[in-house]
């Protein structure tokens, strides 16, 4: 009989990645965990301050929006996101999350594919994708002398 070995678990904690200003009045903040090029997805943390309306955008892929805290919503929906629920966007999907007043938002977000940001205009913005985000997390580690962690293998020691 075949012997595998068993598969390695990796373990990521909060301090092995930097928090990255999304935006220009520190009103964001990511934490990337994950960045596979090969499925096009991002893994990440999302630090939302109380109060702000972000851009309107639309998504190419799935996206799973897991609340640690705080409250939200879409301006386009009825229902409001807590600590604790899952929100589900299909691909295609086109939305503006308004941020609850009273409390900051933390939430991990597993976006599949592109995400395309407007203006109130319709005005694009940006787009944020594998490929932007790898070069905005290793430009930041550059700029701030912190040694990056390999985020495509899930493995945070490949470059030690």
């Known amino acids: 009989m075949l012997k595998l070995d068993p598969a390695e678990a990796i373990c990521l904690n909060d301090e092995d990645t930097?928090?990255?200003?999304?935006?220009?009045?520190g009103?964001?903040?990511?934490?990337?965990?994950?960045?596979n090029p090969v499925k096009g997805e991002i893994v990440l943390l999302a630090k939302n301050k109380a109060?702000?309306?972000?851009?309107?955008?639309?998504?190419?892929?799935?996206?799973?929006?897991?609340?640690?805290?705080?409250?939200?919503?879409?301006?386009?929906?009825?229902?409001?996101?807590?600590?604790?629920?899952?929100?589900?966007?299909?691909?295609?999907?086109?939305?503006?999350?308004?941020?609850?007043?009273?409390h900051d938002v933390l939430a991990v977000n597993i976006v599949q594919g592109e995400s395309f940001f407007y203006d109130e205009n319709g005005t694009q913005l940006g787009a944020?994708?594998?490929?932007?985000?790898?070069?905005t997390y290793l430009?930041?580690?550059?700029?701030n002398g912190i040694k990056p962690k390999?985020?495509?293998t899930f493995?945070?020691?490949?470059f030690s």
């Open 18 to 25: 930097p928090w990255i200003p999304f935006d220009l009045d």
């Open 27 to 35: 009103s964001v903040a990511l934490k990337y965990f994950h960045i």
């Open 51 to 102: 109060g702000v309306k972000l851009p309107r955008h639309y998504h190419t892929g799935q996206v799973i929006v897991y609340t640690v805290a705080g409250y939200w919503k879409y301006a386009e929906h009825d229902w409001t996101a807590g600590p604790g629920s899952v929100v589900y966007e299909v691909a295609g999907s086109e939305h503006q999350p308004i941020i609850l007043p009273d």
């Open 128 to 135: 944020m994708n594998c490929d932007f985000a790898m070069t």
């Open 139 to 143: 430009k930041h580690c550059e700029e």
């Open 150 to 152: 390999d985020l495509t």
């Open 155 to 158: 493995n945070p020691d490949r």
